[in-house]
């Protein structure tokens, strides 16, 4: 089975710093990384995926998420946060085992983020 | 660009209730998805559909149940609703069922159980 644990679940910053949401999942197959972004009262928005590749993945908004193997970890960034980005993130994997019939989700808890003026 | 559409946004019912949950799915998506958010959880996955045909299950309590029709919208239905249902549930959507395919999620129903 797979599993994702965000290790923050809040992270006040102020605005114009750097942020990193830190995410660690455990699975026993080849997995696919997400993060996704909620907002208030809103629904879940992709930010970026990683399927394969390069390792260091560009989403939008300016978030970025770097997929380490070794470590099994797929942490989000972003060089300078804006009030906008005052939002819940929530790390997600989808893997290829016989025992998921289809492709869905596991999410993390979740990282609440603040950005302070 | 057509997003994924639920509705209701908002629905309220009384215990031992039912509710009816609606989702359109982004236009040739074939594969459409639920899950339930209670109050500061992360989403968890309930069951999904490809092409009108269950495809995944998984933890959803047997007072519910789903389906998948021929325009490939999908409703919940909801039965004997208990306090410990209110939550938002999110209807997604993608291309296929190939695992790391794109899920694209609505901006969900808000359940609240009195």
């Known amino acids: 089975a797979q599993s994702v644990t965000q290790l923050d679940s809040q992270v006040p910053v102020f605005e114009e710093a750097p942020v990193e949401l830190r995410c660690n999942y455990s699975s026993s197959v080849s997995v696919y990384l997400f993060w996704y972004v909620q907002y208030p009262n809103q629904g879940l928005q992709l930010l970026l995926k990683y399927l394969s590749g390069s390792t260091l993945v560009k989403g939008i908004n300016g978030f970025e998420a770097e997929f380490n193997k070794s470590q099994t970890s797929f942490h989000l960034m972003k060089p300078s946060v804006h009030i906008s980005d005052t939002a819940e993130y929530f790390c997600?994997?989808?893997?290829?085992?016989?025992?998921?019939?289809?492709?869905?989700?596991?999410f993390g808890g979740g990282t609440r983020v603040l950005v302070k003026p | 660009a057509a997003g994924v559409i639920q509705s209701p946004r908002h629905l309220i019912k009384e215990k031992r209730e039912t509710a009816t949950l609606k989702c359109y799915p982004i236009?040739?998506?074939?594969?459409v998805y639920w899950y339930q958010q209670g109050p500061g959880q992360d989403p968890q996955f309930l069951i999904s559909f490809y092409e009108k045909m269950q495809s995944d299950k998984g933890s959803i309590p047997d007072r519910f149940s789903a389906q998948q029709f021929s325009d490939y919208h999908s409703e919940l239905n909801m039965s004997s609703l208990e306090l410990g249902d209110s939550a938002l549930y999110f209807c997604a959507s993608s291309l296929g069922v190939s695992f790391g395919n794109t899920i694209y999620f609505g901006e969900g129903s808000w359940l609240t159980v009195v």
């Open positions: 236009p040739r998506h074939d594969t």
């Open positions: 997600a994997v989808s893997g290829d085992s016989i025992k998921d019939a289809c492709n869905k989700l596991t």
